[in-house]
């Protein structure tokens, strides 16, 4: 499995995703500027990591989600390979219009950084297929800007369709229908706002995260 990390000016989860993919694929990732116009040939994987892209001070990911590589992000995507946003990630993702959505102010208008559980609402992605429907598990969370809000119909079709990958089943940041991580339609491009690759190991006070990767490992094997 042939992966990439896309590093932002303000990402601080890189390093982390690169660490869980090698980890979990053997290879170690490609890591790709932002500033830069072409991503690695035959990629299965490309992942944007969690952080404060240009400090966030516009609108979380508006600036990071115009950077010259993200052209070539939405291209792949349109070519059926497979793209995770976790946290600042997934805030890329919507303002980059390849996701539905966008992520605001948490409710209560407060940083949030703790374990929090979460539903797998949808086990039948790429990403998920690790874990069972219905599943609670234990991932954590440090944003600010993680409340999910759309449009009624939006989050009727997300329903609707089950792209609603990821739940959180206690109260977080307020966002709409509890979503903490929804796919495209074609089901290639996931966003979440928790961190999976903070929980891979149970040195580090768990291991629910692993599982995704391992999912996303068996789904390209």
Known sequence: MKSAVVVFPGSNCDRDLAVALHQFTGVAPAIVWHGDADLPDRLDLIALPGGF????????????????????????????????????????????????GALMRNAGLAYVCRDVQLTVANAQTAFSSGYAAG?????????????????????????????????????????????AGIVNDAGNVLGLMPHPERLIDDALGGSDGRRLFEGLVAAFA
């Open 53 to 100: 892209s240009y400090g966030d001070y516009l609108r979380s990911g508006a600036m990071a989600a115009r950077s010259p590589i993200m052209a070539a992000v939405a291209r792949a995507a349109g070519e059926g390979r497979a793209v995770m946003g976790v946290c600042n990630g997934f805030q890329v993702l919507t303002e980059a219009g390849l996701l539905p």
């Open 135 to 179: 599943e609670t598990i234990r991932i954590p969370v440090g944003h600010h800007d993680g409340n999910f809000t759309a449009d009624d119909t939006t989050l009727d079709r997300l329903e609707g369709d089950g792209r609603v990958v990821f739940r959180y089943a206690e109260p977080v940041n307020g966002s709409a229908r509890d979503i």
